[in-house]
């Protein structure tokens, strides 16, 4: 069974740093795209950070010099770093993985406090 398991939400200040991790299990991530995305209340789903099979990375605008994605193949894991949180950051951050098929964590919770 393929799962992936999001960790490392919570609340913070406006300035400060969380680091969210995606942990994958049921099969190997490797050759996968992996990315975060975002959905904040009565908003869409957002792409916020793609990394591809061979380590191209993706961003989008707004989180641009301020978020690192980057997975660790060894531990079949995926990290977002996330440097000067700001409100609007404030969503339900999700894990994918995709490839022939598209998997999805269940989310986790990061709150900005302004």
């Known amino acids: 069974q393929v799962q992936l398991v999001e960790s490392g939400g919570g609340l913070v200040q406006a300035g400060g740093s969380l680091r969210l991790s995606c942990a994958a299990s049921?099969?190997?991530?490797?050759?996968?795209?992996m990315g975060w995305f975002r959905q904040a209340p009565g908003s869409q789903r957002e792409l916020v950070a793609v990394t591809t099979a061979n380590g191209r990375t993706t961003y989008a605008a707004p989180v641009k010099g301020r978020f690192t994605i980057s997975r660790d193949n060894a531990k079949n894991t995926l990290y977002l770093q996330m440097n000067s949180l700001r409100p609007e950051d404030t969503a339900v951050y999700y894990c994918s993985a995709r490839r022939d098929a598209h998997y999805w964590g269940q989310g986790t919770q990061v709150t900005v406090s302004s």
């Open positions: 049921g099969r190997r991530f490797d050759d996968y795209a």
